[in-house]
């Protein structure tokens, strides 16, 4: 397997040919990557910032997962939060935020395009299946300008295959009868570029009541190129979910049959409708100058029906929480390559959300009877939220083996919200939140990278209730800033491989620990996240290629200013474990033969702020993988899940729903064997 980018010719003609030469990058990529068309004349992020992975083709599309983030835990510092509830199934986070839903740091893009729901949890990624995906790309860290909300402690972006000529499809079948079809085809002739994509996937569920029917459908047609001045294109996409929930169980539940469901979850189910379209546009306006401009629609459905305890009194346990999100929005910038060693960027969005949101509480039965008529409305909301975001940035390469990076980004936010109970009220008046950033990177030789970042991001509430809008009573909130400095280098110890080295920090003021969803709101304080990334991949001889990583973390509770008795000081943030690791080895046995191994670890945590609950979440798993060429065309490989069929869980703290609050846990699947068929024409 090699390593390498392909980076957009227009896009690197903005880069001195000596700054190309000396490659001051500290980009680190798993696999081959072809970003062919990709957000050409604009800055790619590898070109502009400092801490930035690339996971590439080779090691996506054939890969066979459940969900489009499973395949996230491939890449350095990855934490998975697997809730395993049919179509809430987990999110991706990393530099110590947690995947919890409370606080979501982490911007997600397709295409470049915003891809998050309202509180800012990751549901659009399920639209990708593995064959779609060109590459993805995570950039940790503060000091990345192009997005405000969301990007509190990094973004993922999903590129997908953008033309090209080809037919690909991918048949498999599995453990508890999953089944997957995917079809890839691609079509480019005198300037016309098309790529269609249909995916469905099907599962009895590793646990009992975890059936799951999905699947998507994608189209992308492009027109010229910016060879010719310009190139315009419309991209579409639409996806259904179906699934059964088989719900969260105690620690007795889970002792007793780890692959049971509760007759309380009996009637738990989730609908799921998600929509992208969006119109891209790119100009070059002259030989140094090139425009780009995204227009885009988002919508999101979800009727979730939910049960989380068998408490028959008290605050009705058993929920139908339906959401109904439309967001419509703009990206532009403007690059210019002003001499031979400065590059300037300017940018701005816009985007518009109109939300609802609807939750119900049921009376007491077992199963859960959804039919019959809530006990209670506890919500029925409807929100709006606005965002207007701007940003300069400029690349100064004073002489080749130095980059330095300066920019700087401004947000504002408007909206209005009506609850059921008649009252209204304006969005949280954060005024005109700034953040500086700065990025330099040094090349000391070829192969060899020092770079630093400094940027701040920002937090705001979200959600259509209190304290995220001023409704009567509610007192005035300034956004949580986020302050992070990163140092760190970049080298090849043995020809051919790629390795890095950073330590981090992150300081929050005003943190805020919030969950729409269920009107949860804790107020943290200042927190403080810092820790250490390595990895590396090196290839051993011709046949053999391994990579490893390991991320030190820590999150803990500096500054609490309520009355003693309440205060956090000390404390570590939830769910957030203390290391995370990667490990994987791939062997080209011969031309044909293709052996495979990973594994990932991470360590346990707290699962509640005053850490007096213990600590649960550790987990160690390896999967295995082979794959044969028959023919240039024809391909079966055989792919092994958790090899040594260890148990594990995710496990959460249920301090609503209980008499007594107490974990609750969602299983892993054990041991899972997929035979796949891949076509490639």
């Known amino acids: 397997m090699k390593s390498h980018v392909l980076v957009a010719a227009v896009a690197a003609a903005l880069l001195t040919p000596d700054a190309r030469t000396l490659a001051a990058d500290a980009t680190q990529t798993l696999g081959k990557v072809d970003v062919h068309k990709h957000g050409e004349g604009q800055l790619t992020a590898h070109q502009v910032l400092t801490s930035v992975d690339v996971l590439g083709a080779d090691q996506i599309q054939g890969k066979q997962v459940q969900h489009s983030w499973e395949l996230l835990g491939q890449m350095p510092g990855i934490q998975l939060t697997e809730t395993r509830q049919g179509a809430e199934s987990g999110k991706v986070s990393f530099r110590a935020f947690n995947g919890e839903g409370y606080l979501n740091a982490i911007k997600t893009l397709i295409d470049g395009v915003p891809s998050n729901v309202n509180s800012g949890n990751q549901r659009f990624i399920d639209m990708l299946f593995p064959l779609e995906i060109s590459y993805i790309e995570v950039v940790r860290g503060t000091n990345d300008p192009r997005y405000g909300l969301h990007n509190i402690g990094g973004n ?291 192969t060899t990278n020092v770079y630093a970042n400094w940027g701040r991001t920002f937090q705001v509430l979200t959600g259509g209730t209190a304290p995220a809008y001023l409704t009567p009573g509610q007192a005035p909130m300034r956004p949580s800033t986020n302050s992070g400095v990163e140092l760190g280098m970049t080298f090849s110890p043995v020809a051919g491989s790629q390795a890095r080295i950073a330590v981090w920090q992150q300081d929050a003021e005003n943190e805020v620990s919030n969950m729409p969803a269920t009107g949860t709101t804790v107020v943290l304080g200042k927190t403080r996240r810092r820790g250490v990334d390595a990895q590396i991949s090196a290839p051993l001889g011709k046949a053999w290629t391994a990579w490893a990583s390991h991320a030190y973390q820590e999150a803990k509770i500096t500054r609490d200013d309520r009355d003693p008795a309440l205060s956090l000081v000390g404390r570590e943030v939830a769910a957030t474990p203390r290391h995370i690791s990667t490990i994987g080895l791939d062997y080209q046995a011969t031309d044909a033969l293709r052996l495979g191994l990973q594994g990932r670890a991470q360590g346990d945590y707290y699962l509640e702020e005053r850490n007096v609950a213990g600590k649960f979440g550790a987990f160690a798993v390896l999967d295995l993988s082979a794959s044969y060429q028959i023919s240039p065309a024809w391909g079966i490989d055989l792919q092994v899940r958790n090899a040594t069929g260890r148990r594990y869980a995710y496990a959460w703290y249920d301090s609503f729903f209980w008499e007594q609050a107490q974990p609750m846990f969602s299983p892993a699947a054990g041991r899972s064997v997929y035979l796949g068929v891949t076509l490639k024409h």
């Open 156 to 446: 993922i972006n999903f590129g997908t295959r953008q033309g090209g000529n080809y037919t690909d499809a991918r048949l498999a079948y599995g453990s508890d009868n999953s089944r997957d079809a995917q079809l890839a085809v691609g079509r480019e002739r005198d300037g016309v570029a098309q790529n269609y994509f249909v995916g469905t996937q099907a599962s009895q569920g590793y646990r009992d009541h975890d059936a799951s029917k999905k699947y998507t459908l994608a189209g992308k047609w492009y027109y010229g190129s910016l060879e010719e001045g310009m190139r315009i294109g419309l991209t579409a996409r639409t996806y259904h979910h179906e699934a059964d929930e088989p719900g969260f169980m105690t620690a007795t539940e889970l002792a007793a049959d780890r692959r049971g469901s509760a007759r309380r979850n009996a009637n738990d189910g989730d609908e799921r409708d998600m929509r992208q379209a969006v119109v891209h546009l790119d100009l070059q306006l002259a030989d140094t100058l090139f425009a780009a401009a995204r227009l885009y629609y988002n919508r999101y459905q979800d009727d979730r029906r939910v049960t989380f305890s068998d408490l028959p009194t008290g605050n009705l346990p058993r929920q139908r929480r339906v959401w109904d999100e439309t967001q419509t929005g703009m990206l532009g910038t403007l690059t210019w390559q002003a001499s031979d060693t400065l590059v300037l960027e300017g940018g701005m969005n816009y985007e518009h959300q109109d939300n609802r949101y609807r939750r119900e509480r049921y009376a007491y039965a077992e199963p859960t009877d959804f039919t019959a008529s809530p006990a209670r409305i506890q919500n029925d909301d409807r929100h709006t939220f606005n965002n207007q975001g701007a940003y300069v940035q400029a690349i100064y390469q004073p002489y080749a083996a130095l980059k330095i990076v300066p920019a700087y980004r401004v947000d504002r936010f408007d909206g209005h919200t009506r609850l059921i109970d008649g009252r209204t009220g304006p969005l949280q008046r954060y005024g005109t939140i700034g953040q500086p950033k700065l990025s330099l990177v040094h090349a000391l030789g070829p």
